[in-house]
Structure formats: structure tokens, C-alpha cells
């Protein structure tokens, strides 16, 4: 327990100073973390911050494959993570025994995996996507090239859409995504008819057909700030909200509801990251991220080739 005396942002500010660390923080996570971080951005831009850093040690505010990304791109600075629980739906439902077997059964395709899966799902492909580089990658892929993509099918049917390029698709999706109401997409967007409806592509094609503008968490901020609307129905999870308000406090922001209860979509693994958890791993370096030297060797080809092409 912590002692309520704890200043936790004052200690984590020494803290980062003593052991020349960087904070890096995904826009899912609580907006504390994301205000006290020196870097937030989507996993794209968080690979890039991590693979260029020169600090000591990499605290990263995100999940696990984020985290894994950021030691196998800089594999000689410290990767500290606040809870090394925080998985992906996407990543845990991708297991490398079963992708090896899907994989085998498309000898002759180019394997095209998002950054959301495990360092050994990404060791067995071609290149890594994110959702920022996704589409402009698979149309750098020579045209007689088979493609599979893996492991989220929504993510992949909206690149399929963008680029008229057929893929095998890896049935995965994102817990989080895929629960957004259509239904209550429909009844919002009547009941703010001047509001742009924004989404990831994680989103379904039922949701994402309603969609005026369909992008990363970075394409989804940048966008809604240089919209000259006033109003948006922002389907994606909730985090982001706090850098769109923080960027447009004129503006209206409306978080999407999933098929729940619920008022808004929460990623329950982004959230288990906690101030807390974040001084504590910083005062007792760990949980550390490592790797084997072979997996990271493996992984680090694909994942280079995205940033070369991206
Ligand atoms: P971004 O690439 O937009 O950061 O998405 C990562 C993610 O996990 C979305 O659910
Ligand atoms: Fe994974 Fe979905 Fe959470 Fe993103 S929002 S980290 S894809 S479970």
C-alpha cells in the first residue's frame, strides 16, 4: 500500500531522472499517465519513439506487445512495464503454436502481421503493420504476391477495401472494437445529425460503413483537430478523448457505446496500468520486458522492414 504522503507524480518526475528514463504512454491510458508521459502516441509512433531513444530505460505506459516492439527495436535500454498482466485480445488469441500451423497451410504467401501479436508471431512473418501503415505497406507488396494477414480480420477487410488486394485473413479481433453498437451508433448519429462519426478500423464493417472518417488513434486526433466540424461520435476507445479535448476544448467529443451497459468502451487491459503501478515498477526496476536474443533477432527483421517502409 502506498503511504498517502507519496507525491507519486513529484517521485516518478526523480525517479525518471535517476535512472535516465523515458515515459512513453498508448492514448488508452488514463489521462494522469498520458499527462505525466514524455511521448504518447499510437503504436506506430511509439515504435518509432522507442527504436530512436537514447535514454537508459524505456517505461512504457501501454501493453506487453507495445512493450515487447520497444525492446526488440532497442534491445540494449531496460523496457520496465507497470503491469506485465496487460495483454491483447488480439496478441493473446494469436497462440504461435496455431499461427505456425495457419501458416503452413499458405507456403506461398506473404505474411503481413499487425503489431498487435506476440514477438513470436512476429518472428514467422514478412512484415509488421500498424494501423497508421497498414494499407500503404500491403500496396508496396508486387501485385502476384498471395497475402495473409493476421491477426485482426476487421483491420484486414478494411485494407482489402482500401486496396482491392484479396487476403487470408487470421479470424482474430479486438475485444474492445468489435462490441461497439451499431444500433446505438445509428440512434446517436440521429440524435446529432451535424456530428462526424470517427472510428478505428478495428471497428466491424457494420460499424465502420457508418463511419465519415476511418483511421489510428493518431489519424483519428489529427483529424478531428483539423475538422472544420464542431461535433464528433468517436468510435474507439475512450482514452483517446483526453488528448482530443485537450487539442479542441471548443469542440464536442461523443464516445461511442458498445453493446452493453456501459456509456463508453474501456480496453480492460490498457487500464490496468495505474499511477501506482507505474512508481512502483520505476522504484524497483521491474517487471522488466526480456526477450531471448534469438526471438528479438527474428522478430526485429519484420518489424525493421515496417519502419523502412513506412
Ligand atoms: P493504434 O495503432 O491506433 O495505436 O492502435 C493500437 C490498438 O491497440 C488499438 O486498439
Ligand atoms: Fe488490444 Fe483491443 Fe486493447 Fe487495443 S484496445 S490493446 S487491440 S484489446
Known amino acids: 500500500m502506498y503511504a498517502p504522503q507519496v507525491d507519486l507524480e513529484q517521485d516518478i518526475a526523480r525517479l525518471k531522472k535517476e535512472l535516465n528514463a523515458v515515459i512513453l504512454a498508448h492514448y488508452y491510458q ?3 499517465i498520458q499527462d505525466l508521459a514524455d511521448f504518447v502516441g499510437d503504436s506506430l509512433a511509439l515504435a518509432q519513439a522507442a527504436a530512436k531513444t537514447e535514454a537508459d530505460v524505456i517505461v512504457f505506459c ?3 506487445f507495445m512493450a515487447e516492439t520497444a525492446k526488440i527495436l532497442n534491445p540494449t535500454r531496460q523496457v520496465l512495464l507497470p503491469d506485465l498482466d496487460a495483454g491483447c485480445s488480439l496478441a493473446d488469441r494469436c497462440p504461435p503454436a496455431a499461427f505456425k500451423a495457419f501458416k503452413s497451410r499458405y507456403p506461398d504467401h506473404f505474411v503481413v502481421t499487425y503489431v498487435n501479436s506476440s514477438a513470436a508471431v512476429k518472428a514467422m512473418s514478412d512484415v509488421i503493420v500498424t494501423s497508421s501503415n497498414a494499407e500503404k505497406i500491403v500496396r508496396r507488396i508486387p501485385a502476384d504476391r498471395k497475402i495473409l494477414f493476421a491477426p485482426d480480420q476487421h483491420l484486414g477487410r478494411h485494407v482489402m477495401k482500401q486496396t482491392g488486394r484479396d487476403m487470408v485473413l487470421w479470424p482474430g479481433s479486438c475485444m474492445v472494437h468489435e462490441i461497439f453498437s451499431e444500433k446505438k451508433l445509428l440512434q446517436l448519429k440521429v440524435q446529432h445529425p451535424e456530428a462526424e462519426v470517427v472510428a478505428h478500423p478495428e471497428c466491424e464493417q457494420r460499424v465502420l460503413q457508418h463511419a465519415d472518417f476511418v483511421g489510428s488513434t493518431k489519424a483519428l486526433l489529427e483529424h478531428v483537430l483539423k475538422s472544420p466540424k464542431r461535433q464528433f461520435i468517436v468510435v474507439t476507445e475512450v482514452g483517446i478523448l483526453h488528448q482530443m479535448k485537450k487539442g479542441a476544448p ?3 467529443f461523443i464516445a461511442a457505446p458498445p453493446d452493453s451497459g ?5 480496453c480492460p487491459h490498457m487500464k490496468l496500468n495505474s499511477m501506482e503501478k507505474l512508481h512502483r515498477c520505476m522504484r524497483d526496476r521491474r517487471p522488466e520486458l526480456l526477450l531471448t536474443p534469438d526471438l528479438q ?7 525493421e522492414r ?5
Open 262 to 266: 456501459c456509456a463508453c468502451n474501456e
Open 250 to 252: 471548443d469542440k464536442e
Open 30 to 32: 488514463d489521462s494522469e
Open 62 to 64: 501501454g501493453v506487453h
Open 306 to 310: 515496417m519502419l523502412e517502409w513506412s
Open 297 to 303: 533477432a527474428a522478430a526485429r527483421v519484420p518489424l
